[in-house]
């Protein structure tokens, strides 16, 4: 299948998993040839395995606590870093790192691919690996887009780049408009949605409001605290159904070339 032109704007996808292929012919910024893997879940036949991921770290507000509590339940995560931010806390990357976390990109800047320029999509993809690969030793396989917001653009670097897309289909709110501080309601979500071959989305960030000179945004910090806090939650009752995390690499690499 094509992948597809301007913007696509993530929803809960629970059907086809996987968009892959030459895309030379649709792709119109730049008309580069080549491909690239763009995932939101897999099918894996049953098995229950999952992949559990993280956006916008590290800070010092939430990813310590999420470190700690994937500790505690051992279980492991893939963390999607802002290059910015791991600039500023590069031993709260480390730490992941010597947990076993696996790391990967999240942009430089956490600017949305459809307000930015080809240039500028480009250049904060690169900056954001090269940021991720200066603490890991090596480019990271994956990228994730600001706001699941997948351009031609966005396509065109990533392949230029190496990287595989990682969307999600399991979030906090599957579009029922969950208020910010609804604990019971978010945790509900991520139970309810739960599917084999899933990738589930947290957030132990607060994009760009982490660095800017206006501070972090209450509501958003709201909102994460209240991800973070139906966490522990969440994990035990996946472990108790009987889902085993992984990172993105080993839910793709075991079940997404069948």
Do not use: C
Not at 121 to 133: F, P
Not at 216 to 221: A, K, T
Request: net charge negative.
């Amino acid at each position: 299948m094509a992948a597809p032109v301007g913007t696509f704007a993530l929803g809960e996808h629970l059907g086809s998993s996987h968009l892959d292929g030459n895309f030379a012919a649709t792709v119109k910024a730049g008309m580069t040839r080549g491909g690239v893997g763009v995932w939101w879940s897999v099918d894996t036949d049953g098995t229950k395995v999952l992949a559990l991921t993280f956006d916008d770290g590290p800070t010092k507000q939430f990813t310590g606590e999420v470190l700690d509590i994937l500790e505690r339940y051992e279980v492991p995560a893939t963390f999607f870093l802002i290059g910015e931010q791991v600039k500023r806390l590069p031993d709260l990357v480390r730490r992941m790192i010597a947990d076993g976390h696996e790391v990967a990109n999240h942009t430089f800047d956490h600017f949305s691919a459809v307000i930015e320029s080809p240039a500028d999509v480009r250049a904060t993809i690169e900056r954001g690996a090269d940021a991720v690969a200066e603490l890991s030793g090596d480019r990271p396989r994956w990228f994730r887009p600001v706001k699941g917001h997948v351009t031609g653009t966005v396509l065109t670097a990533a392949a230029e780049l190496g990287h595989d897309l990682a969307l999600w289909s399991v979030s906090r709110d599957p579009g029922n408009d969950t208020a910010v501080d609804d604990m019971p309601g978010v945790r509900a979500n991520y139970i309810e949605a739960v599917h084999e071959g899933a990738v589930v989305i947290f957030h132990d960030g607060i994009g760009r409001s982490a660095f800017e000179f206006t501070g972090p945004d209450d509501e958003l910090v709201l909102a994460r605290r209240t991800e973070i806090d139906a966490l522990p939650e969440v994990l035990e009752r996946y472990l108790e159904d009987g889902y085993r995390m992984v990172s993105m690499t080993e839910l793709i690499d075991t079940y997404g070339q069948r």
